[in-house]
T-cell receptor, first 118, second 114 residues
Framework: GAVVSQHPSRVICKSGTSVKIECRSL??????MFWYRQFPKQSLMLMAT?????????EQGVEKDKFLINHASLTLSTLTVTSAHPEDSSFYIC??????????????FGPGTRLTVL | EDQVTQSPEALRLQEGESSSLNCSYT??????LFWYRQDPGKGPEFLFT???AGEEKEKERLKATLTKKESFLHITAPKPEDSATYLC???????????????FGQGTILTVHP
């Protein structure tokens, strides 16, 4: 199956700082990537859809100015949490679909990034 | 709005004790139903994709089935290493801004005791 990586795996930052998380598709080109957030003992919630070369689409209730998404190439999407606060502490996971696999809508997930804001 | 409900929330099995996990869904048009396994602190690992009622997929001790309203993940003779959270997700046939969106259930936490 397709491989998706994330960096960093863990990050701890002070309140008010910005943090950038990278999501890469390693063995395929992804025109679309997805960013999810998962709170402890809860399921995944879609935050936004990242489209290569265009603006991201955010889910209702997700602040565009706080969670900046850039999809600058076919293998890289970044999520920047700006002016992070303790309530932004969560597990952030990206996913992508290999568009060249005909008829497949399967999304492959990265290993996740644990963000802790002090 | 898409809804996905998984049951039970938690399941404890003895090694070798077969069982099934349930995923009930409500969606206007199903593009696909997906099963993932998630270990603590890690991203979901893909297991199966099902596209139409009556479809079945198998992998080792796992078998996934799909009807028009629900999906089952059957675990045959489980081992302790099968312990994980199993997530079900659906994708709706739609265009526009929701294209590609997965809606997840809350998951079933499976514990297999030796």
């Amino acid at each position: 199956g397709a491989v998706v990586s994330q960096h960093p795996s863990r990050v701890i930052c002070k309140s008010g700082t910005s943090v950038k998380i990278e999501c890469r598709s390693l063995d395929f080109q992804a025109t679309t990537m997805f960013w999810y957030r998962q709170f402890p003992k809860q399921s995944l919630m879609l935050m936004a859809t990242s489209n290569e070369g265009s603006k991201a689409t955010y889910e209702q209730g997700v602040e565009k100015d706080k969670f900046l998404i850039n999809h600058a190439s076919l293998t890289l999407s970044t999520l920047t949490v700006t002016s992070a606060h303790p309530e932004d502490s969560s597990f952030y996971i990206c996913s992508a679909r290999d568009p060249l696999v005909a008829g497949s809508y399967t999304q492959y997930f990265g290993p996740g990034t644990r963000l802790t804001v002090l | 709005e898409d809804q996905v409900t998984q049951s039970p929330e938690a399941l404890r099995l003895q090694e070798g004790e077969s069982s099934s996990l349930n995923c009930s869904y409500t969606v206007s048009g199903l593009r696909g139903l997906f099963w993932y396994r998630q270990d603590p602190g890690k991203g979901p690992e893909f297991l199966f994709t099902l596209y139409s009622a009556g479809e079945e997929k198998e992998k080792e001790r796992l078998k996934a089935t799909l009807t028009k309203k629900e999906s089952f993940l059957h675990i045959t003779a489980p081992k302790p290493e099968d312990s994980a959270t199993y997530l079900c997700a659906v994708q709706e046939i739609s265009g526009g801004t929701s294209y590609g969106k997965l809606t997840f259930g809350q998951g079933t936490i499976l514990t297999v005791h030796p």
